[in-house]
């Protein structure tokens, strides 16, 4: 079984090739936005989990990576907040509409300054610090100093770990008016998610899970984005909006109780039962697939990451 440096190192690399990739694409397709952000919110995981990388990735660079996915946020949240509007303006009357048109227009204003802004300065720090993790990467690929630690263990552990925070966060959301709480826990059924994914060629029950995960991670998704428009619209003080949004996110927060609340420790215990199933043959294998293969999976699965 390879060292942890080097397994971990390879998934990194695989996640910093998309992202350079989708940052190759910025100005010229709509969707390269989002594979960028997707990319660098995997790299971010696999960096923070494996702390054999982190003699290699510095804090500094850790920390411009957060800097790079959170830069992204506002352009992806404009973008949705579009659609919510533009499915949902039957429900509207007239007058409605006309009220919330100046909204509408601030939104796509934001959405047409962030979308320059990921052209240009985005684009810009990313290149310099891909340079640098590209050059970290490869030496902790081909490091030979960690024979004793292997990688196959540390999969497993990181995977329990971030099982148990899940179902905590899970078991502790009482109230659809926890915002905070409720995207911590969607962040954290995304980072098991992202975790579980370069591994599941080692592990055979791994595409339910991953299934479960990211039925888990869309609904947080939908209730967080209905926070976030929420606070828009009520400084805007459109309450046609507003109730709407309020009555979504009543129902949002009853399938969750209902469907999740109690899963946690359910959930829990199934991906400890896959993280003894992990195969050291597989592991290293799960992590190059082919990345355009890889990127049309992604594409197709997180739509509403």
């Known amino acids: 079984m390879a060292p942890v440096a080097q397994s971990a190192a390879q998934i990194a690399r695989t996640y910093l090739d998309d992202a350079a990739a989708a940052a ?8 390269a936005l989002h594979d ?3 990319a660098i919110r995997r790299l971010r995981v696999t960096v923070g989990a494996y702390t ?14 957060r800097k790079l996915a959170r830069a992204t946020n506002a352009a992806r949240d404009a973008e949705v907040q579009l659609v919510w509007f533009r499915n949902r303006s039957a429900q509207f009357t007239a007058a409605q509409r006309a009220a919330l048109a100046p909204v509408r227009t601030r939104i796509r204003a934001r959405r047409r300054r962030e979308h320059v802004r990921s052209q240009t300065k985005l684009l810009r720090r990313f290149e310099k610090l891909e340079r640098k993790l590209r050059l970290r990467l490869a030496t902790l690929q081909t490091s030979r100093s960690n024979h004793d630690a ?18 905590a966060r899970l078991g502790a959301v009482t109230s ?5 709480e409720l995207h911590a826990t969607r962040i954290a059924a995304k980072k ?12 055979p029950s791994a595409p339910v899970l991953l299934k479960r ?3 888990l991670q869309d609904l947080l998704g939908a209730i967080n984005d209905a926070h976030v428009l929420s606070d828009v619209v009520e400084g805007a003080g459109v309450s046609a909006a507003t109730d709407v949004l309020h009555d979504e996110l009543a129902s949002l927060f009853t399938t969750l109780q209902r469907d999740w609340v109690t899963a ?8 400890a039962a896959a993280a003894r199933q992990l195969k050291p043959a597989t592991i290293a294998r799960s992590g190059t697939r082919r990345a355009a293969t890889r990127r049309r999976e992604r594409r197709r699965e997180d739509v509403t990451a």
């Not at 292997?150 to 179902?167: K, Y």
């Open 264 to 271: 946690g420790p359910d959930l829990q215990q199934a991906v």
């Open 24 to 31: 190759a694409r910025l100005s010229d397709h709509a969707e």
């Open 36 to 38: 960028f952000r997707v």
């Open 192 to 203: 098991l998610r992202y975790l579980l994914e370069p591994l599941q060629a080692g592990v």
């Open 52 to 65: 054999a990388l982190h003699d290699g990735v510095s804090r500094t660079q850790r920390r411009r990576l």
């Open 213 to 215: 995960l990211k039925q």
């Open 176 to 180: 659809v008016s926890q915002a905070a």
């Open 150 to 167: 292997h990688f196959g263990a540390t999969a497993a552990a990181a995977l329990v770990r971030h099982a148990e925070d899940l179902s």
